[in-house]
């Protein structure tokens, strides 16, 4: 019954963790092995090896490639997590009515994974969301080992001394917290006074002279300020943002706490009424939980982002737009952005677009984080503009390093770009890979044919976008209106792209732009009826430039008593509506582009 216990408590709380996390993290894993990369190579394997923790690093790449299929990788993960419980049960012979201490660890190694919020885009850390738990892991096993040597001085010197001489250049500052706990542990496993302190000399001496024998002789791609903190995530951008170290500095409390306490004392023990325990564990366990759930990033529009782009991903243009009806709150121009883009693939642009809730909320978190970062590389390649898309994945993967994600719009704009052995490089590269070998032989069979291009699901609509000069823009990182100011100034005789152009113009409120891209539009559509919000968008123009030809356009009669009616409204309030008018003006006009035009036109881009 005892050995019962443990498998059963372990069992039903990896359970939950792993129903929450496919559940309600599915798209988020799924983006983690996106940013990732893993190559079976020998030189990638000696590329992880040039800083000290890489060992660490290379395995975490390694098992965050499998949330490919996020099952697979939340399996792995809880695996790791059981092995760390039974290590931690083990070392620190935690009783079984102390068992719910086991889940501690693992609560916190969860909570570092479900904080990140957009770090995941930025952070510069290799295989993060595995190589805490596996540097925990492996920690927690010396620690046993530890516990379990004979008791000799010698040997337990050693043992530290060789924790940091290996355990450095494999784990880094796991390593190395590893030995500063045997160094405080031997004070609680003897009362050999002298002996104990031979052992913390000795760790404490290894843990400042072993790192710095390693940056002096065998690292030269670490700063000095930094060895004794190689295989930790940095989270400083401008500055240090500590909030997102707590999940460590609670796994560190932790085992020090463990490392001090005995739970298992080597007296007898005065019975104590049941009561006592049962309550302090669920009090525990309430206390664990409410902390998980605290700190886990439940932000609606990062869920959303995820999902279009997982959808966006694997060309469900309906899955992006079923997602964008989940929208309830304001959305990012991320959101807006990408449902625009599914619209415009399912023919609906011109017709829904405006429907969809408006505004540009900054992204829920202190980092300093745009539509750059997250879906810009996206935009750029699905509406054409492969050079700014180019210029992204080359930015960023010099400054946060390569993953598959990059690698793939780098073989797609080489692949646009007519550079066969650009090309087939990053194919090559991406062959290296668990699951990206057969999406590479399927772009491999698109190069120098046109024909297939175009009637693939993926590269086909953008083959109709691919009418902008051959130029690098200077954009300034704001995706959308970098974008937008090209697309409105470029005519095609393409009526999808034109389509965008006159979408565009109607955004950057350029009115000579618009005339230009609304009359080759028009020209090219002699027979077909005018959508609704070219409409109004050409009556408003006509109207506030006083053009003779106004009323000769092509425009319905409701088109035209919306307008006199918005006009009619905006005058009584002296064109200063407040919250209360505004409201009114967009239940009646918010599907028009008059809203759009004198609503949305001072909104931040993010």
Known sequence: ????????????????????????????????????LFLCSSLFFKQMMVTSGGMLSYLGTFFTQFFYHPWIGVVMLCGWWWLLMWLVKRAFQIPDRWMLLTLIPVGFLLIANTSL??????????????SATIGTTVGVALLWLFRILPHNIWLRMGLV????????????????????????????????????????????????????????????????????LTALPVFTETETLYAYYIPYYLLALYFLIMAVVRLNPTKP??????????????????????????????DDNYHHELRMQRCIEQADWQGVIDEGKKQEGEPTRAIVMMHNLALSRLGLQCDMMYSFPKGSKKPNTPLHVFMYNTAGRLIYYHYG?????????????????WSVERLQYMAR???????????????????????????????????NRPDLMASDMETGPITHMMHYPDVQSAGDGFVEKNLMEVL?????????????????????????????????????????????????????????????????????????????????????????????????????????????????????YF
């Open 488 to 604: 409105s100034k470029t005519d095609a005789n393409e009526p999808y792209f034109q389509e965008q152009a006159v979408l565009a113009a109607m955004w950057t409120r350029n009115t000579a732009d618009f005339w230009a891209r609304f009359e080759h539009y028009v020209n090219m559509h002699p027979n077909r009826p005018v959508p609704r919000i070219f409409q109004e968008a050409a009556y408003l123009f006509g109207n506030m430039e006083n053009l003779s030809f106004t009323e000769e356009l092509p425009v319905n009669k409701d088109v035209k008593e919306n307008l006199h009616g918005f006009i009619q409204v905006m005058q009584q309030c002296n064109w200063k509506p407040n919250a209360q008018v505004r409201n009114y003006l967009y239940q009646r006009y918010g599907t028009t582009y008059y809203f759009e035009f004198f609503f949305l036109k001072d909104i931040t």
């Open 1 to 36: 019954m005892k050995k019962i216990i443990p498998i059963a408590l372990w069992l039903g709380a990896l359970s939950l963790i792993a129903c929450a996390l496919l559940c309600f993290e599915s798209d988020l894993l799924w983006k983690v092995q996106q940013q990732n």
């Open 385 to 401: 503009m492969m050079n700014e898309c180019h210029r992204i994945c080359m930015e960023e993967g010099v400054e946060y390093g």
């Open 269 to 298: 023990i005065k019975p104590t009424k049941p009561i006592k325990p049962i309550l302090l564990q669920a009090l525990l366990l309430v206390s664990l939980i409410a902390c998980i759930w605290h700190f886990w990033y439940k």
């Open 117 to 130: 919020d957009y770090w995941i885009y930025i952070l510069k850390l290799k295989g993060y969301f595995f």
């Open 161 to 228: 001394v060789l924790t940091v001489a290996t355990g450095y250049p494999l784990m880094g500052a796991y390593a190395l917290a590893t030995a500063l706990l045997m160094g405080i542990w031997t004070w609680r496993l003897t009362n050999a006074r002298k002996e104990n302190i031979c052992v913390s000399v000795i760790a404490l001496l290894s843990i400042i002279v072993i790192p710095l024998a390693c940056y002096r002789y065998v690292y030269y791609q670490t700063h000095i300020s930094d060895i004794y």
């Open 413 to 447: 704009n080489a692949l646009f770009n007519n550079e066969a052995r650009a090309t087939m490089k990053f194919l090559n590269l991406l062959r290296q890979t668990c699951y990206y070998g057969n999406w590479a032989d399927h772009f491999e069979g698109l190069i």
